[in-house]
Every structure is written in structure tokens, then in C-alpha cells.
């Protein structure tokens, strides 16, 4: 089922409304009919910048290099709370990406795959724990060098459409030197989706004098 969000005007949307007319003293039908299509015009930018990747995105990045170990690169997704690392260069620019799927992997873990639900992967970690040894080797040696990149200045909703099609569960966003700037996963969109059906909930009490 498709959620229907109606932009809500501010004041500061009718103020601009007024300022592109260039009056605010006789105002006609008529005029309030084009100051509210005009106020719409300009919430509808603001919206649609309030959902650029650039404002949304996880910032700043912790990186790694190719020759960092897969101890250290575990060590830092654990302590940051993150499941994935994108690998610069010496020159700062993206080579790859490194995710905590390849580091189980790495040592013995089956990781979550299709025909695996999360429990199934879950379980497998728990149960092999007594044979893991810290994963060996550098980061270039597993990461993904492949990698699907996304602008600062695209929506949320290509970004969507990018990790569908390719089937990721986060995506970096670089900038005209492909240097990493951000992420966006897909809690970021959920995060995202709730708080407009948050916001449209507030809306609908206001109207309704609850």
C-alpha cells in the first residue's frame, strides 16, 4: 500500500509566496489562490531539500586503508557500532569497501546469506565461538572493490533505487573527487520513512484541535 504525504505549508512558505508577488495589502481571492500555490511551490522545495543524501547521510567517515588489518578493521566496526568501512588510499580516494559480513567470513562464520534467516546466522556464531581465531591478513585482501557509490546532491529516493537494484544494505556517498563524504543505509531510510509518518500524524491532530 502506498503512503500519500501531503506537503505542509509554513509561514515561512507564504512569506516567500508574498515576497515573489511583491505586495502583502489587497489581497484578492484570486491572490490567496496564487500565494497558496505559490507557498506549496516553495514547501515542496524545501522537502524535496530536506531529503537530499547530503543533509541525511552519516558524517564524518571512519575509513581504512588497504594495508590495515582485519583485526584492527574488526576492532573498529565493534567500538563504532558499524557494520561497514569504506577503504581509501594514500590519496584519500575510494578503493573499496570492507563489511562485517566479510570479516565473518574471514574467520569461519557462515554469514548471512538468502537462504539463511538472521537467527540461523546468529546461532552459527554462537555456536562456533569456540573454534574463531582473530581473521588474518590486511583489508585489501577481502574488501569489495567493486563498489556503488551515490552524490551528495541525489534524493533518498534514488538512493533507494540504487540499493535495490544492486542489492546493498548501504551505499557511500562521494564527491566529484570520489572521495567518501558519507553513508546511507537502509536504516537511515527507515528512520526516515517513520518520521514523516510521525510528522503527518502531528498534522492531522493539529487540524483536528486535538
Same mark, same amino acid.
Given at each position: 500500500?502506498?503512503?500519500?504525504?501531503?506537503?505542509?505549508?509554513?509561514?515561512?512558505?507564504?512569506?516567500?509566496?508574498?515576497?515573489?508577488?511583491?505586495?502583502?495589502?489587497?489581497?484578492?481571492?484570486?491572490?490567496?489562490?496564487?500565494?497558496?500555490?505559490?507557498?506549496?511551490?516553495?514547501?515542496?522545495?524545501?522537502?524535496?531539500?530536506? %531529503? @537530499?543524501?547530503?543533509?541525511?547521510?552519516? !558524517?564524518?567517515?571512519? $575509513?581504512?586503508?588497504?594495508?590495515? &588489518? =582485519?583485526? *584492527?578493521?574488526?576492532?573498529?566496526?565493534?567500538?563504532?557500532?558499524?557494520?561497514?568501512?569504506?577503504?581509501?588510499?594514500?590519496?584519500?580516494?575510494?578503493?573499496?569497501?570492507?563489511?562485517?559480513?566479510? %570479516? @565473518?567470513?574471514?574467520?569461519?562464520?557462515? !554469514?548471512?546469506?538468502? $537462504?539463511?534467516?538472521?537467527?540461523? &546466522? =546468529?546461532? *552459527?556464531?554462537?555456536?562456533?565461538?569456540?573454534?574463531?581465531?582473530?581473521?588474518?591478513?590486511?583489508?585489501?585482501?577481502?574488501?569489495?572493490?567493486?563498489?556503488?557509490?551515490?552524490?551528495?546532491?541525489?534524493? @533518498?529516493?534514488?538512493?533507494?533505487?540504487?540499493?535495490?537494484?544492486?542489492?546493498?544494505?548501504?551505499?557511500?556517498?562521494?564527491?566529484?573527487?570520489?572521495?567518501?563524504?558519507?553513508?546511507?543505509?537502509?536504516?537511515?531510510?527507515?528512520?526516515?520513512?517513520?518520521?514523516?509518518?510521525?510528522?503527518?500524524?502531528?498534522?492531522?491532530?493539529?487540524?483536528?484541535?486535538?
Amino acid at each position: 500500500m502506498r503512503i500519500r504525504h501531503s506537503t505542509r505549508l509554513t509561514k515561512e512558505d507564504f512569506d516567500h509566496a508574498l515576497t515573489d508577488m511583491g505586495t502583502y495589502i489587497d489581497v484578492t481571492v484570486d491572490d490567496l489562490m496564487e500565494i497558496s500555490n505559490r507557498a506549496r511551490i516553495h514547501a515542496n522545495i524545501r522537502e524535496k531539500e530536506s %531529503l @537530499l543524501v547530503g543533509r541525511l547521510m552519516t !558524517s564524518p567517515l571512519h $575509513t581504512v586503508r588497504p594495508d590495515t &588489518t =582485519l583485526s *584492527a578493521a574488526a576492532h573498529a566496526m565493534v567500538t563504532m557500532r558499524i557494520s561497514g568501512l569504506p577503504v581509501v588510499d594514500q590519496d584519500k580516494k575510494l578503493a573499496g569497501i570492507i563489511t562485517e559480513a566479510d %570479516l @565473518l567470513r574471514a574467520i569461519g562464520v557462515p !554469514s548471512h546469506q538468502p $537462504t539463511h534467516n538472521l537467527w540461523q &546466522t =546468529l546461532e *552459527a556464531m554462537f555456536t562456533h565461538h569456540a573454534l574463531i581465531q582473530s581473521p588474518e591478513g590486511n583489508v585489501a585482501s577481502l574488501m569489495t572493490r567493486d563498489i556503488v557509490t551515490i552524490r551528495p546532491e541525489h534524493t @533518498l529516493h534514488e538512493a533507494l533505487g540504487v540499493m535495490k537494484r544492486n542489492r546493498i544494505k548501504r551505499i557511500i556517498v562521494s564527491n566529484d573527487d570520489s572521495e567518501p563524504v558519507g553513508m546511507i543505509t537502509r536504516s537511515d531510510l527507515v528512520r526516515v520513512f517513520f518520521d514523516r509518518i510521525r510528522a503527518n500524524d502531528t498534522d492531522h491532530t493539529t487540524l483536528n484541535g486535538n
